[in-house]
C-alpha cells in the first residue's frame, strides 16, 4: 500500500507533513495492540492554522478544506505510529470532527466530508469509517476544525 498511497497523495497534489508535536500535555498517539488513538489535529498548512467560524468567516467548503488539513495530519500521526510504514495501516475506524460554527450552522457533516472524502480517496475501503461530526462553539487558538482518529494497524 505504501506505494499506491504515495502515488495517490501526489496525484492528488498532496503531502504528508511532519507529525505535528503536541501543543499542551499529552502525546499525539497511543497504540493498543493493533489500534491507534491519535489526539485531535488541527487544521494547519503552509500559511498557518486555519482560523475562524464557519459560518461567519469561513464557508462550508473553506471548512471542508480545513477538515482534509486536519486528515493529512492524521494520518502523519498514523504513519509515525507505525514507525513510518504506512502499509502497516489497515483501516481508518473512527473519526470525531469537531467544526468551531457558529450557533446557526448545520452543516457539520458537509465539513467533516474534506477529511472522509480524502480518506475514501487515498485508501478506497480501507478509508470508509464510522464518524462524529460536532459543532463547537470555539476551539483551541481558534482553529476551524480539529479532528481526532482511530486507526487499525498490523
Known amino acids: 500500500m505504501s506505494s499506491d498511497f504515495e502515488q495517490?497523495?501526489?496525484?492528488?497534489?498532496?503531502?504528508?507533513?511532519?507529525?505535528?508535536?503536541?501543543?499542551?500535555?499529552?502525546?499525539?498517539?497511543?497504540v493498543?495492540?493493533?489500534t491507534v488513538y491519535v489526539s485531535g489535529q488541527v487544521?494547519?498548512?503552509?500559511?498557518?492554522?486555519?482560523?475562524?467560524?464557519v459560518?461567519?468567516?469561513?464557508?462550508t467548503e473553506e471548512?471542508?478544506?480545513?477538515?482534509?488539513?486536519?486528515?493529512?495530519?492524521?494520518l502523519a500521526q498514523a504513519k509515525k505510529a507505525c514507525g513510518?510504514?504506512?502499509?502497516?495501516l489497515k483501516r481508518v475506524v473512527k473519526l470525531?470532527?469537531?467544526?468551531?460554527?457558529?450557533p446557526d450552522f448545520v452543516d457539520q457533516p458537509k465539513v467533516i466530508n474534506g477529511a472522509s472524502d480524502l480518506f475514501v480517496a487515498l485508501l478506497g475501503d480501507k478509508g470508509r469509517?464510522?464518524?462524529?461530526?460536532?459543532?463547537a462553539g470555539a476551539l483551541p487558538f481558534n482553529v476551524a476544525v480539529e479532528i481526532e482518529g482511530i486507526f487499525e494497524i498490523s
Open 43 to 53: 487544521a494547519v498548512n503552509a500559511d498557518g492554522m486555519i482560523k475562524g467560524k
Open 84 to 88: 513510518g510504514d504506512i502499509s502497516r
Open 8 to 30: 495517490r497523495l501526489e496525484e492528488m497534489g498532496l503531502s504528508l507533513p511532519d507529525a505535528p508535536a503536541p501543543a499542551a500535555n499529552y502525546v499525539p498517539f497511543v
Open 129 to 135: 469509517h464510522a464518524r462524529s461530526a460536532v459543532s
Open 63 to 74: 471548512g471542508a478544506k480545513a477538515a482534509e488539513v486536519c486528515a493529512l495530519a492524521l
Open 96 to 102: 470525531t470532527g469537531f467544526v468551531n460554527s457558529t
Open 32 to 34: 493498543v495492540g493493533n
Open 55 to 59: 459560518g461567519a468567516d469561513l464557508t
